[in-house]
């Protein structure tokens, strides 16, 4: 039985699909208490940024906006975790995100809390990204016990009436009186820093933060790109730390598609979700006696060569595989010594009980004629009861 199980396991474990391992990693309460209790515990096991782990780098902003919605709304975690730490789950190649009717009610919960904060319109446009639970083929999240109800529409501003011209032009009128009074306060606090001319696009990112995402005529949704906020940051970090303003964090997204001028199109909910990881694979064709061509020979060496799309894509595939082998190998080889011990193990105590049963006083294996006495009373195990063999006889009884 021992050894059915055990073949068994051994099956089992090389017949694990390694493709996905380390794809998924638990969200670190300590790092982000916000999202403790979400309803989900797992996210994708993202790329560190600089020294920091990606959970680390996003925790103070995921704090920040997690606390200031909560009071407005049961589903602001749930909306700001999935914003920043999605779901991940082994079934899934991509991100488990909301439901589109959990973000859109969020919005009209949070309404005033979310224009106060600029935040109003980006949540809006995210809403926009996700599916609904109305379509039978989604997969999506929806907190336990939530029910769905209807909300207000709500539009987003023009890009080329209203965002651009502000923010590359410096025109504020066409900005709605809210809008432009946040722009105002924010470029104000920025001064100090705008004054140092760390940056040539501060001014402009500024403006990008508190007026997009926007809705093109053609009806594409734009941001603010992440390389700009990453040339911002690079070149103001110091002045903005030294001047204690806040200022977002350039989350990784998704590949930018640029349409000039430091925006880009927001296609997919706004985290970049590790791609899976790609084994590649070189079929093998049969060779014939026959000396290929150098052609063929080409094609071959060009089939083995390096995908210079993907830096690093064969080492790390490689590196992959070559650690599950290790490991496999490793559990493998400590099975089977676990089982030689087992067996040991068994054969001894079995041979130990056979040899306590053999000595035991009486047992049939050392009865035999010869040491029978004449009167049939005795038996006699060995040589060394034979000297009382008479005295036995005596006996009313047979003695064993």
Same mark, same amino acid.
């Given at each position: ?116 904060? @600029? ?99 053609? @009806? ?104 599950? @082998? ?75």
């Amino acid at each position: 039985m021992f050894l059915l199980f055990l073949v068994f396991s051994s099956v089992l474990f090389l017949a694990t699909d390694f493709t996905f391992a380390g794809k998924c990693l638990q969200i670190n309460s300590a790092v982000i208490p916000a999202c403790a209790n979400v309803g989900y515990t797992y996210t994708a096991n993202f790329t560190r940024i600089g020294q920091m782990s990606y959970q680390e780098y996003v925790s103070s902003e995921v704090t920040r906006f997690a606390n200031r919605f909560s009071s407005c709304s049961p589903l602001s975690k749930t909306i700001v975790c999935s914003r920043y730490v999605p779901k991940c789950s082994e079934r899934f190649e991509k991100p488990v995100l909301p439901c589109r009717e959990v973000c859109e009610q969020f919005v009209n919960d949070c309404d005033k809390d979310l224009k106060d904060s @600029g935040l109003y319109k980006r949540y809006v446009a995210y809403c926009r990204l996700l599916l609904s639970e109305k379509d039978t083929t989604a997969i999506c999240l929806k907190p336990d016990g939530f029910i769905s109800r209807t909300t207000k529409e709500t539009t987003l501003p023009s890009c080329e009436t209203e965002s651009q011209p502000a923010c590359l032009e410096d025109n504020l009128s066409g900005l709605e009186n809210g809008t432009r009074t946040r722009l105002q306060n924010w470029l104000q606090s920025l001064e100090p820093v705008l004054n140092t001319s760390c940056s040539v696009n501060l001014r402009k990112f500024a403006c990008f933060i508190r007026t997009v995402p926007c809705v093109t005529d053609a @009806g594409s949704l734009l941001d603010g790109c992440q390389s700009l906020c990453e040339e911002v940051r690079l070149n103001c970090g110091k002045d903005l730390k030294i001047h204690n303003v806040f200022f977002p964090q350039c989350i990784p997204n998704y590949p930018e598609v640029d349409v000039g001028s430091g925006l880009c199109s927001l296609t997919h909910w706004p985290v970049s979700w590790p791609p899976p990881a790609k084994i590649k694979q070189n079929p093998v064709t049969p060779r014939s006696p026959q000396v290929m061509s150098k052609a063929s020979d080409n094609q071959g060496e060009q089939n083995n060569l390096p995908d210079k799309s993907d830096p690093g894509g064969d080492k790390q595939t490689n590196s992959k595989s070559l650690s599950s @082998g290790v490991l496999a190998a490793a559990v493998v080889g400590f099975l089977i010594v676990l089982f030689l011990v087992v067996l040991l193990l068994h054969l001894a105590i079995k041979k130990l009980r056979k040899n306590a049963k053999a000595h035991k006083r009486g047992s049939a294996k050392y009865v035999n004629d010869s040491n029978i006495s004449s009167n049939g009373k005795a038996v006699t195990i060995g040589t060394r009861n034979k000297g009382f063999e008479d005295q036995i006889g005596q006996s009313e009884n047979a003695l064993y």
